[in-house]
């Protein structure tokens, strides 16, 4: 069984793919590049969300007694 990640690299594979084939090479280029800025920007916001909601647990678990 795939990954979730398996999943998603090989549709961004067909993605490329197919831009390369609709647009010509400069703007190909272009198109790609800009997708990749995207998708980088997405895994920062993930990454930042994530941390985030870890902190969030961390700060609700008690701590039990300090003594």
């Known amino acids: ?3 979730e ?3 998603l690299y090989e549709l961004r594979q067909k993605v490329r793919k197919s831009v390369r084939e ?3 090479g400069e703007a190909a280029d272009k198109v ?4 990749a800025v995207q998708e980088e920007t997405g895994a920062i916001a993930r990454d930042i969300q994530d941390q985030a909601n870890q ?3 961390n700060e609700e678990k ?3 007694d300090k003594e």
């Open 1 to 3: 069984m795939k990954s």
């Open 5 to 7: 990640h398996d999943k």
């Open 22 to 24: 609709q647009v010509s």
């Open 32 to 35: 790609l590049r800009e997708a």
């Open 55 to 57: 902190d969030l647990a």
């Open 62 to 64: 008690p701590e039990g």
